[in-house]
């Protein structure tokens, strides 16, 4: 029985998000259609007010609150993160900058040693 209800219950959560889609879909179409001939500023909240909406069918939906906990839950764990001071972060640039330059320089030596030898090789008339 407790299995008939929840079918039942995530049944009726897919059409609650089926039906944000399509007011997503409607108040898109509104806005690049404009059958009403609204101007700009009222095209634009009217849109404002269709995704509002189909954000609140979301939300009541089953994947819309598990979408709700998902963001408390990342909130909280951003909360928990130690942030580097200033300081750290001025010296990390700074290793990261020396690093890249390094990297570049030996890429640049093996393009010419790379470069040298094909031409080399190219220059040799064997036919």
């Known amino acids: ?5 929840e079918n039942l219950k995530s049944g009726s ?3 609650k998000t ?19 001939g609204f101007n700009a500023l009222t095209k634009v909240l009217v849109t404002l007010v269709v995704f509002a909406l189909a954000v609140t069918v979301f939300v009541k939906s089953d994947q819309g609150d598990r979408f709700v906990h998902f963001l408390k839950e ?3 764990e951003l909360r928990k993160v130690v942030w580097p001071t200033r300081p750290e972060t ?20 093996i393009d010419a040693f790379f470069t040298w ?6 220059s040799i008339n064997i036919f």
């Open 117 to 122: 030898g094909v031409q080399s090789i190219s």
């Open 1 to 5: 029985m407790a299995k008939q209800i």
């Open 90 to 109: 001025i010296k990390t640039t700074g290793i990261i900058m020396v690093a890249v330059v390094i990297v570049a320089i030996f890429l640049w030596i």
């Open 13 to 15: 959560d897919q059409w």
């Open 74 to 76: 990342t909130r909280i």
């Open 18 to 36: 089926i039906l944000a889609i399509l007011i997503v879909v409607a108040g898109l179409a509104l806005y690049y259609v404009n059958p009403l």
